[in-house]
């Protein structure tokens, strides 16, 4: 995208990017919310952050990236664990369930191609409604990504053996410098192609 940025069709994408984005990260992080209330813990309703307003889950860089290169982040909800009954499978629970919102809004996007086509006859809401999709799958697809503060490293967390911690902890401090680092390193792409076509195959089944 960033070769063609500056060039009327450029500009008209990533000015129907931005939707998208504010979207994708906030039902994201909403749905984390969600999931915890549902299960016990209501730090995130009274921190502010059960919201639909886009400014309470905005983090600056993590939102450039996904308008840029269609993955990023946002603020993560915070979460109490102490609340859960059950914390090894409600912290799964919680953890997918920012990409089980993402992964629905793809699938209602989908959907409305297949079914209300005519929605979509000019390029405008065309190109729009594959943003969507793909945004929301690339938002879903990076956050499996089992590096901190990712939702993949909290599966980790909870599946890993406790010889492995200490190694959770260290990359746990680090992560962020890993998820830079990573991406300057442009190794991103090879990580989330995969990702991305499992999470396309489970969309068009």
């Not at 409600?90 to 997918?96: A, E, P, Q």
């Not at 629905?104 to 943003?131: D, E, H, K, M, N």
């Not at 929301?136 to 956050?143: I, S």
């Not at 200490?166 to 991406?183: A, D, H, P, S």
Request: some cysteine; glycine content about 8%; charged content about 15%.
């Amino acid at each position: 995208m960033l070769g063609n940025l500056f060039s009327a069709e450029g500009i008209s994408e990533l000015l129907l990017s931005l939707p998208a984005v504010l979207w994708a990260i906030t039902f994201h992080e909403y749905c984390h919310g969600l999931a915890a209330k549902m299960l016990g813990d209501t730090t995130a309703e009274r921190a502010g952050r059960l919201s639909l307003n886009p400014l309470d889950h905005l983090d600056p860089l993590g939102a450039l990236c996904l308008l840029l290169f269609r993955f990023g982040w946002a603020k993560p909800v915070p979460i109490d664990t102490r609340y859960f009954k059950h914390p090894k499978r409600d912290i799964i629970i919680v953890s997918l369930a920012g990409v089980a919102g993402n992964m629905l809004t793809a699938f209602v996007c989908a959907q409305l191609v297949r079914f209300v086509p005519g929605l979509f006859v000019s390029w405008g809401a065309r190109q729009f409604i594959l943003l969507m999709i793909y945004i929301n799958l690339g938002l879903a697809a990076f956050n499996l990504i089992p590096i901190p503060p990712l939702d993949g490293s909290r599966i980790l967390y909870v599946l890993l053996p406790y010889q492995w911690m200490k190694y959770y902890y260290w990359l746990e401090r680090y992560g962020m410098f890993v998820i830079v680092g990573l991406l300057v390193l442009g190794v991103f792409p090879y990580i989330m192609r995969p990702i991305m076509a499992l999470l396309f195959h489970i969309l068009l089944i």
